[in-house]
């Protein structure tokens, strides 16, 4: 068993048909991947696809368990002797480099999503996309509009003269040990001492510290979650796009059987047959 499903499963559902080996089933209590089914998606995709689908990152590599490509590949073979695997084969083990490079996903992951972004190729365009989906394609992240603070020094701090108990306020900078402060109401002076500066100073300094490490967490947990979102969006769409070419894929096969077996008007009959010609 290379692939497990951890503890952590919340039985979406999700990795069951994406598996091209019929590897994933519904367990008790959670899905579980049968080893001797599972090639880590060797064969097929260079990623593993029920990892890349889930949306609770519990499709690991078992660590107990660790298999070469090789034997993963022998197994492919073997789970599907109909299909021809040559040496170009898709597997994680030489990610990026398979037919349709899919696998990147980690690493191509912005180059992805800003071509998913801007897509106008033939197939899917804004002409021929619901109004609903061409808006969301439009969406762009809003730009945030931070409060400036201003300068340190340039603040005011209100003050009350003790003997005519008139308030007046004093720039910052007044607030320095050992300054002299006059009321200019009734010109009383006042000397600062260490406290009221230390106090002055030190709420400033707090205050403007918190300011910033906020500010820093904010815009550190939003590009964050919009990493997560667009590497999500486009974990789902490579998912798709696989499942969409093992259903084209099976097309094919079904057309390609029946092309073989159809017995055509005027098909000669085999020589010995019952009512056989020569
Ligand atoms: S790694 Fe691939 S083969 Fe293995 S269980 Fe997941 S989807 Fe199936
Ligand atoms: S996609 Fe993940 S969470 Fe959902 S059933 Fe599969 S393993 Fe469980």
């Not at 200019?184 to 918190?210: E, G, I, Q, W």
Request: glycine share 6%; charged share 25%; aromatic share 8%.
């Amino acid at each position: 068993m290379a692939t497990m499903i951890t503890n952590d499963c919340i039985n979406c559902g999700a990795c069951e048909p994406e598996c091209p080996n019929n590897a994933i089933s519904q367990g008790d209590p959670i899905f579980v991947i049968d080893p001797m089914l599972c090639t880590e998606c060797v064969g097929f995709h260079d990623y593993e696809a029920c990892a890349a689908v889930c949306p609770v990152d519990c499709c690991v590599t078992d660590p107990n368990n660790i298999e070469t490509e090789e034997a993963l590949i022998e197994r492919a073979r073997a789970l599907h002797p109909d299909t021809r695997f040559d040496d170009t084969f898709e597997s994680r083990f030489r990610k990026g480099q398979g037919k349709s490079a899919a696998g990147g996903a980690k690493n191509d992951l912005p180059a992805r999503a800003a071509s998913t972004a801007g897509n106008t190729g033939t197939e899917v365009t804004s002409a021929t996309m619901p109004a609903s989906t061409a808006a969301v394609s439009a969406y762009a992240e809003p730009e945030v509009i931070f409060v400036p603070l201003p300068d340190i020094d340039s603040w005011d701090i209100p003050v009350r003269c003790f003997k005519c108990n008139q308030p007046h306020v004093e720039p910052v900078r007044n607030f320095m040990i050992g300054n002299v402060i006059f009321c200019p109401h009734c010109n009383k002076s006042m000397v600062v001492r260490d406290n009221l500066n230390f106090h002055v100073r030190t709420l400033l300094k707090d205050s403007y510290d918190k300011w910033q490490n906020e500010k820093n967490e904010f815009q550190t947990k939003r590009e964050r979650e919009l990493t997560e979102f667009v590497e999500s969006r486009v974990k789902e769409a490579e998912a798709f796009e696989a499942h969409q070419q093992r259903e084209l894929q099976k097309i094919r096969q079904q057309l390609d059987a029946m092309g073989e077996t159809y017995d055509a008007p005027g098909k000669p009959i085999k020589k010995g047959s019952r009512f056989g010609w020569g």
